[in-house]
């Protein structure tokens, strides 16, 4: 039996007359009627009742119908969801990210433009370090991954450089440097040269970690470090504490955190932090596909030249 066979039998039952059904299946009555007595003969029952103006179903012929109504219609959901997966409508997506990211304004709208786009798709959140997301994607537990520091060892994977940001100072809002005001006037960077630093940890973030180190050599000083956060977002804990002075990214600033204070920085060498989109090389899922296409295509209209710079 073929699917073909139930939607001929159908059409038969639902117009009661072989040559109608005939033509809203475009096709001569001869060979409808050859295919019913087919069907008829390997089910080795009696459908349909010939009479003189048309047919009508028998017992078995209703009971037919039901679950013959059922079959197509579970093979038509079958081929649709197959189309839609294929065309990245449907399916799941995990996407991990770094405790700053949310904080830059391009993440949250793209995440947001994506779900609208694709209700139907299960979308996952997970936060984590730079170190355990690259991990997380290479094991597959994760499908994309926003980080804010350049990977060391991108074998098996498509690192997106998507935008940069200026870092900005982070301080004590008690700090002299402060002066006395939530943001006080551009500092060149060799102005630091005698202050403490807390940095984001290089094991979590060897990017952002050197280049504020090669920035600060630049500026004509080596940084004393006291203390090493394991997360960016931590750093500023620290600095809220009194443990001393960070260079963040500048969406950092929208935390508005208690007892922080922020100022910019003045000329060159500056530290810029990266966003990036790290996603498995190999990955042949439509709806990652559709994902990156996605981050990849706003970013490159991102309206924030004063981040992206």
Do not use: K, W
Not at 65 to 92: K, N, V, W
């Amino acid at each position: 039996m073929e699917l073909r066979h139930l939607r001929y039998f159908i059409a038969v039952a639902e117009e009661a007359h072989i040559t109608r059904a005939a033509e809203r299946l475009g096709m001569q009555q001869p060979p409808l009627s050859q295919q019913i007595r087919a069907l008829e003969r390997e089910l080795d029952v009696q459908l349909l009742r010939r009479l003189p103006r048309g047919v009508e179903l028998t017992e078995a012929g209703r009971a037919l119908l039901a679950d013959a109504r059922a079959i197509l219609a579970h093979i038509d959901h079958a081929f649709t969801t197959t189309r839609r997966t294929a065309r990245g409508e449907l399916g799941r997506l995990v996407v991990g990210f770094t405790s700053s990211a949310p904080f830059h304004p391009f993440v949250p709208p793209v995440i947001r433009a994506f779900r609208d786009g694709a209700p139907d798709i299960a979308l996952t959140l997970e936060e984590g370090g730079t170190i355990e997301l690259i991990d997380d994607l290479r094991h597959e537990r994760v499908d994309a991954a926003f980080v804010r520091t350049h990977v060391t060892d991108p074998t098996g994977l498509t690192v997106n450089p998507l935008l940069e940001e200026a870092m900005l100072l982070a301080l004590p809002a008690t700090h002299t440097l402060a002066a006395g005001s939530a943001d006080g006037p551009p500092l060149p960077l060799a102005a630091l040269a005698a202050e403490t630093f807390v940095v984001y940890r290089r094991h979590s973030g060897p990017g952002l970690y050197d280049a504020i180190i090669a920035a600060c050599h630049a500026a004509g000083f080596s940084p004393q470090i006291s203390q090493e956060a394991p997360r960016i977002v931590s750093t500023l804990n620290l600095v809220a504490a009194g443990l001393g002075i960070a260079l963040v990214p500048a969406s950092l600033r929208r935390m508005q955190m208690d007892g922080v204070a922020y100022r910019a920085l003045l000329g060159t060498p500056q530290p810029r932090a990266p966003l990036l989109l790290a996603t498995r090389r190999a990955d042949t899922s439509a709806v990652v596909r559709r994902f990156i296409d996605l981050v990849r295509q706003t970013a490159r209209t991102f309206p924030h030249p004063a981040l992206s710079g």
